[in-house]
């Protein structure tokens, strides 16, 4: 069992144990030769996965999403199952001791990727998304001190799970949702509501979107170190060069996208795959734009439509 000194390590000492540990977080396979003994060791991760999830002091408070994720385990580049209708993970509720939550299934469990998806799934996140003006975004972009104002903006709480959810545009109560992992998707579905209002009016308006991890699994609190019954939660990010800790929200996407370049994909009928985010109240066609993030890391999927008189 994974202990740090005699008692049971807090999840802030867990993570700080994980991050040593981290070197293959991206890859989708992992190749013997290049792993360590302990990112290839399934009882570490096994017992890093309890202690942070089930049996941790932080867990038996039941703060997070009482669902636990478990993803398959993978096998040459696919997961070790022979149908492919098999989703690649399954889905528990918590439950105080994990070897019977998870049952005959025990030993098809990837416990080092189930923990990463499960530090995912129980961090809190939102979605900002606002009109600025390019003049703006662009000073912005030159000098990072410089204050980046918004002329309209919504910000949403959002949660990440290993599903995508593709609206049907025509009908915004059909829904299919489909296994997407190792993807993670961040589904907004009143998004027809939520974002009636976010309408790009003039050439200089852009329309920029951003995801940002705030609290919850991802960011333990250094106190509870100490004091495990103290219910004063501060949102701690760990350096990975000094290991010092830090009150933060981290970005984990940002994008933006310019007036004309809207209007021109919305003229032309171009679209992306699914929706996630509206753009104005409809007045006729609806269609969808495709977003990636810097560096082509992430993407977001934008439900755009007309307005009348626009």
């Not at 991890?213 to 501060?234: H, I, R, Y």
């Not at 990010?237 to 929200?249: G, L, P, Q």
Request: hydrophobic share 35%.
């Amino acid at each position: 069992m994974l202990q740090i000194g005699e008692e049971t390590p807090s999840r802030f000492e867990l993570l700080s144990v994980v991050r040593k540990h981290s070197n293959l977080l991206g890859k989708t396979t992992v190749d013997e030769e290049d792993a360590t003994d302990v990112e290839m060791d399934g009882k570490f991760w096994h017992d890093v996965f309890d202690l942070y999830f089930v049996r941790g002091k932080e867990s038996r408070g039941r703060q997070d999403d009482d669902l636990i994720f478990f993803v398959r385990k993978w096998k040459g580049h696919g997961f070790n199952e022979s149908e492919e209708s098999v989703a690649p993970y399954f889905v528990r509720r918590w439950a105080p001791e994990l070897d019977k939550l998870v049952g005959d299934s025990l030993s098809v469990v990837d416990w080092r990727r189930s923990f990463y998806l499960n530090m995912i799934a129980h961090t809190s996140y939102s979605v900002t998304v606002a009109i600025c003006s390019h003049n703006v975004l662009r000073n912005h972009q030159v000098g990072q001190d410089t204050p980046l104002s918004a002329i309209y903006k919504v910000v949403k709480t959002v949660y990440a799970s290993p599903s995508r959810v593709n609206f049907h545009l025509d009908s915004k109560k059909e829904v299919e949702t489909t296994p997407a992992y190792p993807d993670i998707c961040f589904a907004i579905d009143d998004f027809d509501f939520t974002f009636d209002a976010v309408v790009l009016t003039e050439t200089d308006h852009c329309y920029c979107v951003l995801l940002n991890a705030l609290d919850g699994a991802a960011f333990p609190s250094e106190k509870d170190t100490n004091d495990s019954s103290s219910s004063n939660k501060v949102p701690l990010r760990v350096d990975t060069n000094s290991m010092k800790t830090k009150n933060s929200k981290l970005t984990l996407f940002s994008g933006f996208v310019s007036y004309q370049m809207v209007r021109d994909a919305y003229d032309a009928g171009s679209s992306g795959f699914g929706s996630l985010l509206s753009m104005g109240h409809s007045s006729g066609k609806k269609d969808r734009l495709y977003m990636k993030g810097p560096g082509g890391r992430g993407e977001v999927e934008v439900a755009v439509s007309g307005v009348v008189g626009q």
